[in-house]
């Protein structure tokens, strides 16, 4: 197979004229050489005889980097929220609220830390979920429902399953570089002290992951929106935020409300992130706990998501 | 691999021999095959067993009004949507089984447009293009060369949102080539299109044919049938009701002329009857009674109108032209395409 494509290479660029190939698409090769500005060569000659194969191969990635032509139409924007949402919330929560907390606790907050120190890796992984939410809700909305630009993907030979996790994956390039922006702002706040701090960046981003997988799943899902996602906001969300262990130590629940924080993502995302930004003392199997449940989360959203895609493409 | 190398050898040429061991078409030559296609939602039978092929180069068109199958059939030429029963071969391939290998070598226009809003008339061209594999070094020139094509040179850099519906539907004809495919597949292209809009369209649909692209073309427009294809099936009710070239379909199923007289409401119905009583039709005309107009099927128009205003009867308005395929979908189905 090497040598016939290699072979082929030096007849298509290097042979005479006359023994060049003629495209298969020949038809509309002529159209093309009628244009004005032409490409050198051929599309069929360009992808060889299976033309397929490089979407096979490298599918995912050509989704990734449409949504990323997206994102740069509205840079701007993404880069405002990354610098004022960190900004704000630091000064609100950790120093504002902080000072309060640490005054009445002795100049310590739970976990016997300065409070911004406590509640910055919650804010770092909440960012992240934040983030995971948007750029997984309403561009898989957009692509089924509102611009059906995956029905446009997948008239090309790219399958639902590669729409699935290039959208995933390009949710994933968002949430990274809104979590290191924000560790950024962790860092430069003094609420990052350990060596490894920047390892919250990692840790965040699964927990993203793993959510977003959860939302392109039940995204897909939706055939009409009735006002799901506001449901989601209100109901998922708004109490994850609130009873993950994001504020106070989740322990100091009743334990009839600290199961909320067992299934959350965010509550094992925000341990994780503890653990790298100051050291909290989670034992060894707890730390690989808090992995592998985002990591099942991820796992079982992508096999709902190709399903629910697979069966929406194909009707 | 073994079968593709004594090719090699026996033509004695790299990369054609190897392309061309790659048997693009159907085993009886045709690009695409249907037997007995059938499609199912639940009770409803979409697609209710239809036979067709087309050949290479052929600008072939399903026509039929809106719910007729004619979508849902193009959805499954298209190897996205998978058929219920029957036989489909695309290029020699099974799109059950080798969907994307399929996709590879179309050009597909859906019905909706489904263009990024978000990015530029130059960027969706170019991010399509990537979708197939094709490197920017390729797809640069290409973009400029469709650009041109689409008639969009001056909205190039413009966000798709703000282009009008008629250079959108442009945009998506000109994405649609972008990988140079073998067969271009439109679903309704100039529905819901102005006037101007759609001859802009059909003038560049036109030379595509003349470049010998392959076209599959679905439309309830009797007139977009008659300009574009070679040959036609006309469906209604997920069946094919007949086959063949626009002028054969009215040769058979029509006749030459049609007089159209409107008498007013609720009046067409007896003056029909008073008409053919009366003995005013010639060999083998006949009426059809439309709520609001009569049709009078006839060899000679002119002659039949006289007749019918010198015994007597005074219609509103009258007019006498030829046949088309309007007519032979009233005739297969005493129903109008167009309702």
């Known amino acids: 197979m090497r040598a016939e494509r290699e072979d082929a290479g030096t007849a298509a660029e290097g042979g005479p004229a006359g023994e060049r190939p003629q495209p298969i698409g020949g038809a509309a090769a002529e159209l093309r050489a009628g244009g004005a500005a032409r490409a050198a060569r051929g599309a069929a000659e360009i992808l060889g005889p299976r033309r397929s194969a490089r979407s096979l191969l490298y599918g995912v990635w050509y989704v990734t980097e449409h949504q990323l032509v997206i994102m740069r139409s509205y840079f701007t924007t993404i880069l405002m929220g990354s610098v004022l949402n960190p900004v704000m919330y630091l000064f609100a929560i950790g120093v504002g609220i902080g000072a309060f907390v640490n005054s009445n606790a002795g100049g310590r907050g739970p976990g016997g830390v300065p409070y ?11 960012s992240a979920l934040t983030v995971a939410f948007e750029e997984s809700a309403f561009p898989v909305m957009a692509g089924f429902k509102w611009q059906k630009v995956f029905f446009a993907m997948n008239a090309t030979p790219v399958t639902g399953g590669q729409i699935a996790t290039g959208m995933l994956l390009a949710m994933g390039l968002r949430v990274a570089f809104t979590v290191a922006a924000f ?11 350990a060596a490894w701090s920047f390892l919250a960046v990692p ?55 600290q199961w909320i924080g067992w299934i959350s993502p965010l509550w094992h995302a925000t341990q994780l992130g503890r653990v790298a930004t100051y ?12 992995i592998l449940y985002l990591g099942a989360l991820q796992a079982a959203g992508l096999f709902v998501s190709f399903r629910n895609f697979d069966r929406r493409l194909s009707k | 691999m073994k079968r593709d190398s004594t090719h090699r050898n026996a033509t004695g040429g790299g ?16 690009l695409i095959s249907a037997r007995g296609l059938v499609k199912t939602f639940g009770q409803l039978r979409a697609v209710d067993g239809i036979d067709f092929s087309v050949g290479k180069g052929e600008a072939f068109g399903l026509l039929g009004p809106n719910g007729a199958g004619k979508s849902t059939a193009m959805r499954m030429v298209a190897s996205v949507s998978k058929r219920t029963g029957g036989e489909l071969s695309i290029l020699g391939m099974d799109p059950s089984l080798r969907g994307p290998d399929i996709r590879a070598h179309l050009g597909v226009v859906p019905q909706e447009d489904n263009l990024d809003l978000e990015i530029s008339v130059r960027e969706n061209l170019v991010v399509y293009g990537r979708y197939f594999g094709l490197p920017f070094s390729y797809l640069r020139p290409k973009a400029e060369e469709l ?26 004809i000109a994405r649609a080539l972008v990988n140079e495919p073998d067969i271009l597949l439109l679903d309704e292209p100039t529905t819901g299109l102005d006037p101007q809009a759609r001859h802009v369209l059909w003038d560049r649909l036109f030379r595509l044919k003349e470049a010998g692209v392959t076209l599959v073309i679905t439309t309830h427009y009797m007139d977009e049938a008659e300009q574009l294809c070679d040959r036609l099936v006309v469906m209604d009710r997920g069946h094919i009701m007949a086959e063949g070239t626009p002028a054969s379909l009215i ?33 083998g005309d006949r009426v059809e009674v439309l709520p609001d107009r009569l049709l009078v099927y006839t060899q000679e128009g002119e002659a039949t109108l006289a007749r019918v205003v010198a015994s007597g009867q005074r219609p509103i308005t009258s007019l006498v032209r030829r046949s088309s395929l309007e007519d032979v979908f009233l005739r297969l189905t005493g129903r109008s395409l167009v309702e």
């Open chain 1, 203 to 257: 840790a965040a981003l699964l927990g993203g992951l793993s959510f977003g997988a959860l939302i392109v799943a039940f995204a897909s899902g939706v055939e009409d929106d009735e006002g799901w996602f506001t449901i989601v906001q209100r109901l998922i969300i708004a109490p994850m935020f609130l009873f993950s262990g994001t504020f106070f130590p989740l322990e100091s629940l009743p334990l009839g409300l």
């Open chain 1, 279 to 290: 050291g909290l003392h989670e034992a060894p199997a707890l730390v690989a706990a808090h």
């Open chain 2, 147 to 172: 650009i041109d094509f689409a008639q969009l040179r001056e909205k190039a850099r413009e966000k798709v949102d703000n282009l009008s519906g008629g250079m959108k539907r442009r945009l998506t």
């Open chain 2, 15 to 30: 990369i054609s021999a190897a392309l061309k061991s790659v048997a693009l078409e159907n085993a009886d030559g045709s």
């Open chain 1, 116 to 126: 911004i120190v406590f509640v910055g890796p919650a804010l770092l992984a909440s």
């Open chain 1, 183 to 193: 560790w950024a702002f962790l860092a430069a706040f003094g609420a990052a002290p």
């Open chain 2, 251 to 283: 040769r058979e199923h029509s006749s030459r002329e049609v007089v159209e007289l409107r008498f007013g409401s609720g009046r067409n119905e007896g003056t029909a009857a008073a008409i053919s009583a009366a003995g005013l039709l010639g060999e």
